[in-house]
């Protein structure tokens, strides 16, 4: 229709008619663009909450599991407290047996510190990653993310140390449970067989429970440190 009405006028050298079409014509194409604009960028703010919203969530799933194996690491700790400290006296009345065998089957079964990632891979692999708030708050995602894998790193180092002992304990101790399980605060005295008299007077056992010890303190302190980075995280990711 414009484009008939431009012609007409053309033809007719109605050049004033011509300039107003094409006036027409320009704020048009400049109302077009700014809509597109606007609805580009409508796109995304709302994409930018969307994100932010599931690294919210990622972050507090993160920082929960983190403290939850902080928890069963301290009750471990204890627990291996007691298997230390009966070994050192030689003493195990009947009722501790429960305890003192759920000790030596949770030696050794830790969690590495968790991080929910899928939302920052998402946002790397897409390229919107600099849609996230500012440098800084980008800064503090990827320093978030480096400290999970460097405390992830560590675990060789770890399981180097925590295997070999957690091996000697099982060549002293049986367990006749009827299903794996990961974690039990007690074991009924007749499915554990060992000799307590002999692990008393056996100091290379009595090292393999130090050590197992030693190592779940320090995983106890990565999952507690990297809680501590993923809060610090959330905080700012809150407060944008």
């Given at each position: ?14 050049w ?46 993160s ?19 007691f ?15 429960p ?45 978030t ?5 460097t ?8 399981a ?81």
């Amino acid at each position: 229709m414009l484009l008939r009405r431009i012609t007409k006028h053309v033809k007719q050298q109605d050049w004033f008619a011509v300039w107003v079409d094409f006036v027409i014509v320009v704020i048009g194409v400049f109302i077009g663009i700014q809509v597109a604009n606007w609805n580009e960028a409508q796109k995304s703010r709302q994409a930018v909450q969307a994100y932010k919203k599931q690294l919210i969530t990622d972050m507090e799933l993160s920082i929960a599991r983190n403290q939850f194996q902080v928890t069963q690491g301290r009750q471990e700790v204890e627990q291996l407290d007691f298997v230390l400290t009966a070994l050192t006296r030689c003493e195990l009345s009947e009722s501790d047996k429960p305890v003192f065998a759920a000790g030596l089957y949770n030696m050794g079964k830790y969690d590495l510190p968790i991080m929910v990632t899928s939302t920052i891979d998402e946002l790397k692999a897409t390229g919107n990653f600099p849609l996230i708030g500012d440098s800084e708050l980008r800064r503090k995602i990827s320093e978030t993310v480096r400290e999970y894998q460097t405390k992830l790193a560590i675990n060789p180092q770890l399981a180097g140390r925590t295997i070999p002992s957690v091996n000697y304990v099982r060549t002293r101790v049986r367990f006749l449970l009827d299903e794996h399980r990961p974690r039990l605060p007690e074991i009924q005295a007749s499915k554990a067989v060992y000799d307590f008299e002999a692990l008393c007077t056996d100091p290379t056992f009595l090292n393999a429970v130090t050590t197992v010890r030693e190592m779940t303190l320090a995983i106890i302190g990565l999952n507690g440190q990297m809680a501590e980075f993923q809060q610090a995280l959330l905080t700012d990711l809150l407060q944008e």
